[in-house]
């Protein structure tokens, strides 16, 4: 099938990707010419394990194409997949600036049995007003369907190949038809192609986020909690987990959530419920209670030092809002970096992938180090923001020989706090009990 998608950042970039590489004829489109070079020549914008390769093996078997040029993409697309940011605007909601303009200069090249797809999250309604844009640009009626993605950075090749379930919402059964056809390579293993109207497709995207969103908030809390009644919320969260009913994913305390969309969706789905005269208790909840778990670490820091933090030089690893990305959009790190900073901190921070962004950031106001354990020479203090891997079994007598002060402050929980009394390093965790 010939496809054509339109955008070329995390989104739009992975689905281009993984459908050739399941046998379509598909071309990337995006006005930045830079990037559509870059691209070409096998260069990623992004980093998302395994993309790079895929990207090369496609581009050299010549099905996946880059272009700035709607005339010579779109004409003969079965499926034009938009792939545009959706930006939180001034009021919370979804900014569609970007789809609109796409959905004006794709009109006069659409061919008739053109299917035209919003993969980007959109508020409910959208859909139905692309399809009525198009018929006034077009003089006829275009098929428009909604298919939200539900790619995790970091993991988007294994969600998008081998997904829990493909959502699509549709005016027409034919039109559900060929996007099934197109997803069949992805659903080998019987899991459900799920055809619904355009409204609840819509919906199902953002309700999806809020739900995780809500789950982290409501562990974070409990996690507060666990420290002020002398609980621990690792044995509380095995507690609960193991209730069916309730399960373990997304229950891991930390410093918050970040990333592009739960934030995004969060204060979206607020904004969709305020104009229909609806306050949305719980998700204004599960934004307060995210928006001050980002302060948490910070608080912890200040009080050790009693809040004399002027001149103190702090070790900081992971940046990221999440292991195995370079986003750092509303990523807890920038929280805790700009409270370090305005109190007189000075920063030596580490990430595997995601310096170069941190760094265009902030540029010299932080110190930068290759190796996380060149952070740590006369650092007063080591906290620890994403939970990367290699940061899982760290050499302690190394981490003690390098530190002026014994004390890690770890927004993850990674370690034992146990282990960390024996080693004699006083350590902060998110809802842990004080090891007497």
């Known amino acids: 099938m010939k496809i ?11 689905t281009g990707t993984c459908f050739s590489e399941s046998g379509n004829h598909v071309t990337c489109v995006d006005i930045n010419e830079k990037k559509i070079q ?16 895929m990207v090369k093996r496609n581009i050299k078997a010549r099905r996946l194409f880059f272009t700035s040029n709607y005339e010579e993409s779109i004409p003969d697309a079965k499926c034009i997949f938009i792939a545009v940011g959706t930006p939180q605007g001034s009021d919370g909601s979804a900014n569609l600036e970007s789809l609109w303009k796409v959905a004006n200069v ?17 508020p409910v309604g959208t859909n139905r007003k692309l399809a009525e844009l198009l018929e006034s640009l077009t003089g006829r009626v275009v098929d428009v369907a909604s298919n939200p993605e539900f790619l995790k950075e970091g993991t988007a090749i294994d969600d998008f190949s081998k997904p829990d379930r493909v959502v699509v919402g549709v005016s027409r ?18 899991n459900p192609f799920l055809s619904m ?5 819509e919906m199902t995207k953002y309700v999806a986020n809020c739900m995780l969103a809500t789950k982290i908030s409501f562990i974070n809390e409990m996690a507060n909690l666990c420290e002020r009644v002398g609980a621990d919320i690792n044995q509380v969260r095995r507690g609960i987990g193991h209730d069916q009913r309730i399960g373990f994913s997304f229950l891991f305390p930390g410093v918050g959530y970040g990333g592009s969309c739960f934030p995004k969706d969060v204060s979206a789905l607020i904004s969709v419920a305020q104009h229909q005269n609806m306050e949305p208790t719980i998700l ?3 934004d307060r209670v995210n928006v001050a778990q980002k302060k948490v670490l910070f608080k912890k820091i200040s009080d050790y030092f009693k809040g004399d933090l002027e001149g103190k030089t702090v070790a900081l ?3 990221a809002f999440k292991p195995k990305t370079d986003d750092i959009r509303e990523a807890p790190s920038l929280v805790l970096i700009d409270e370090l900073l305005q109190a007189g901190v000075k920063l030596k921070v580490h990430d595997p992938v995601a310096m170069e962004n941190v760094k265009a950031h902030y540029g010299d106001k932080l110190s930068y180090f290759d190796h996380h354990y060149d952070t740590l020479e006369g650092a007063d203090a080591l906290a620890i923001v994403t939970e990367w891997n290699e940061f899982r079994h760290a050499d302690f007598d190394y981490v003690l020989h390098r530190l002026s002060t014994p004390v890690i402050f770890d927004g993850r929980n990674l370690y034992d706090p146990q282990k960390m009394k024996q080693k004699g390093i006083d350590y902060f965790g998110i809802g842990l009990s004080s090891v007497k």
């Open 197 to 201: 109207e355009l409204e609840s497709a």
């Open 173 to 190: 059964p034919e039109v559900s038809a060929t996007l099934h056809e197109l997803y069949q390579p992805f659903l080998r293993t019987e």
């Open 284 to 286: 204004n909840a599960v």
């Open 4 to 14: 054509a998608v339109i955008g070329t950042g995390y989104v739009g970039l992975v």
């Open 317 to 319: 690893w992971g940046l």
């Open 106 to 122: 794709l009109a006069p090249h659409l061919s008739e049995e053109a299917i035209v797809v919003i993969k980007s999250t959109v």
């Open 38 to 53: 870059q691209l070409e020549s096998g260069i990623i914008p992004i980093y998302e394990p395994g993309l790079e390769e």
